[in-house]
């Protein structure tokens, strides 16, 4: 069973920075595109950025020049470096990774962590 694990969410001041990590455990044969998405109460979860087997970034248009998405494949871990936070970066950030596990490839999603920034 494939699991991941998400860390590094908290509270900060505003300006100030985080660093979010996703580990991916369990039988896991390869691992495709990867990604972070958060979600505020009564909103659609949206996509923050993504980071391809290649890697290949994608980012929202509130996030650039402020996060970066990166990857470790041999510690099957991705990352999401927030500097610059805003007030409205508050959200529960969830992680996502394409894996192949006993043959079948199929998105897998973190539990969620908390980044909460004040003003």
């Known amino acids: 069973q494939v699991q991941l694990v998400e860390s590094g969410g908290g509270l900060v001041q505003a300006g100030g920075s985080l660093r979010l990590s996703c580990a991916a455990s369990?039988?896991?044969?390869?691992?495709?595109?990867m990604g972070w998405y958060r979600q505020t109460p009564g909103n659609q979860r949206e996509l923050v950025a993504t980071?391809?087997?290649?890697?290949?970034?994608n980012y929202a248009d509130s996030v650039k020049g402020r996060f970066t998405i990166s990857r470790d494949n041999a510690k099957k871990t991705v990352y999401l470096q927030m500097n610059g936070l805003k007030p409205e970066d508050t959200a529960v950030y969830y992680c996502?990774?394409?894996?192949?596990?006993?043959?079948?490839?199929?998105?897998?999603w973190g539990q969620g962590t908390q980044v909460t920034v004040s003003s």
């Open positions: 369990g039988i896991i044969f390869s691992i495709g595109a």
């Open positions: 996502k990774q394409e894996i192949a596990s006993r043959l079948v490839l199929q998105d897998y």
């Open positions: 980071i391809s087997s290649g890697g290949r970034t």
